[in-house]
């Protein structure tokens, strides 16, 4: 009788862990292998977390899916980094860590005691921040000891990328935009409607071709400045003209599903940012490095053991 109960109990004390450890790998579950590493699914809910707040504080909308996505490739990247710096000895000490997350909340204009909060907000501690900026960090070492002399930049890299640069800067215009509106009478205007009122937008634009500005309301009209504008702002009926238009220049009469237009390019700025030679440089070697620490990451994922479990 003794015997049966111990084996009875044994067997339910059995059960029991089973169940436990089933129920923790359910809670927590592996979500890749990473050679001889194990990324869980708790590394990538904090994860996810860190992007959707850093997205949340840069104004992005980004879909979940796309979210756990990223997570899971960029906690990949990080595992085969993090295996790299313990395998060349490269370490942090707690002051580092310390100083770079102060950096962190500088530079987002909080204290560490703010930053703490935004964290506990979203649902993570900073323990666990504290060791994601840590693994940062070293990926970022063991990155640039890798890519060392690796990056070259010359004279004619630098002038084709200055190029590239003035190309898009002078298509990134803004346009100081009036517009003098002739609106049709009705919301669904006759033939008869539509040919009036052109012509009194062609009535009026003779007058300002004389450098005169016409009473506008004895023809119902009305102006408005539109201001400095970027091109995606404006109405598509604008935006063929705005582009090519002589600055001062008032346009043929343009017709929209509330009347005609007579608009003028009063003056054009560049919406990006001119930058010295040095900024050109430093913006080339950015370019380069991420494009070699792309190439670097895939060669070590190709001579790596990496499987993604099954959802």
Known sequence: MLKRILKYSMTVSILSIGLSIFADQNINRIAAIVNKDIITQDQ???????????????????????????????????????????????TLTDTEVTQAIQGIATRN??????????????????????KMIRDQILASQVRNMSLQGKVNITPADIKQFKAQYDNQLSAKKMYNVEDILIPFASDSPSTIEIETTKQKAVNILAELELDKMPDLTKFGATTNDLGWTNPADLPTAFLNYVATANVNTWSQPLQTENGYHLIKVSATKSAGKSLTDAELKEALFQKKYSEAATDWLKQLRSQSYIKIMDQ
């Open 44 to 90: 990538l809910d904090d994860l996810v977390k860190q992007q959707a707040m850093q997205a949340r504080a840069s104004g992005q909308s980004v879909s979940l899916q796309k979210l756990q996505q990223n997570a899971l490739n960029n906690q990949i990247d990080l595992s085969l980094q993090l295996q790299l710096a313990k395998n060349h000895g490269i």
């Open 109 to 130: 204009h909080m204290t560490l005691d703010q930053l703490k909060q935004q964290l506990q907000n979203s649902g993570m501690s900073f323990t666990t921040y504290r």
